[in-house]
């Protein structure tokens, strides 16, 4: 399994190349950056240190939507509590997600937001699990690069050992559940319920293959017996 480190709008060239430095380090080596060009800058590559291949290969998206169109799995870091999402991933949770997610996905992406602000909630509803690192303080929090190596490093396993996907498809199958729900929900005339419709796509995101398929499998059935 792929895994991309997306990073939302950086300001700060010292902190695009600390992640840089941070990803190499872990074996990670694909980054995306989103609606920024702070990794131009010399200071990028001053404390990226060896680390300039990670810089070189950046691909640049000009939205958080764009940088995700063809990955499978996202997660989206967040340390601020939003009131619409609930579901909170640790970094070591995370682990045995991604590891079941692998026998059946190709590309996962993990989204870091702006060193002010974070992620915006509409750019959050694009993410499949949202993720936080536990912190006895609220301040000091992590800067940047700290939290892309704290992501890195207990990610690194994944990176080396795990197995090619066993099933390959074409069709991303959560975001095909969820455009199904959605579709259901409304010919159902209950999509106005948003904490029912915030509750299942958060959950979407978590399910395992053969709960995806199951769910799948019901949603068809229901639709059956619907009127056109």
């Not at 902190?15 to 990028?44: C, Q, W, Y």
Request: proline share 4%.
């Amino acid at each position: 399994m792929r895994i991309s480190i997306v990073l939302v709008a950086p300001a700060r060239a010292e902190n695009v190349g600390a992640a840089a430095r941070a990803m190499k380090t872990m074996g990670f080596s694909e980054m995306r950056i989103v609606d920024s060009r702070a990794h131009l800058e010399p200071a990028a590559g001053w404390v990226a240190h060896g680390s300039g291949d990670v810089l070189e290969k950046i691909t640049c998206y000009q939205t958080l939507e764009e940088a995700l169109a063809d990955v499978d799995f996202t997660i989206a870091t967040t340390a601020r509590s939003r009131a619409r999402f609930h579901y909170y991933a640790t970094p070591q949770e995370l682990v045995p997600v991604l590891e079941e997610k692998a026998g059946w996905m190709q590309h996962a992406a993990l989204v870091f937001g702006r060193e002010d602000s974070g992620l915006t909630n509409e750019e959050l509803t694009l993410a499949d699990v949202l993720t936080g690192v536990p912190m006895v303080a609220d301040y000091p929090s992590l800067n940047l690069g700290q939290a892309v190596m704290v992501y890195c490093y207990q990610l690194s396993a994944l990176v080396q050992n795990l197995p090619e996907p066993i099933t390959r498809s074409d069709e991303n199958q959560l975001l095909a559940l969820r455009t199904r729900a959605d579709a259901l929900l409304r010919k159902l005339q209950v999509d106005g319920d948003v904490k029912l419709a915030d509750w299942l796509q958060q959950r979407i995101g978590l399910l395992e293959q053969r709960d995806t398929a199951m769910l799948h499998r019901l949603l068809h059935d229901i639709e059956k017996k619907l009127p056109d």
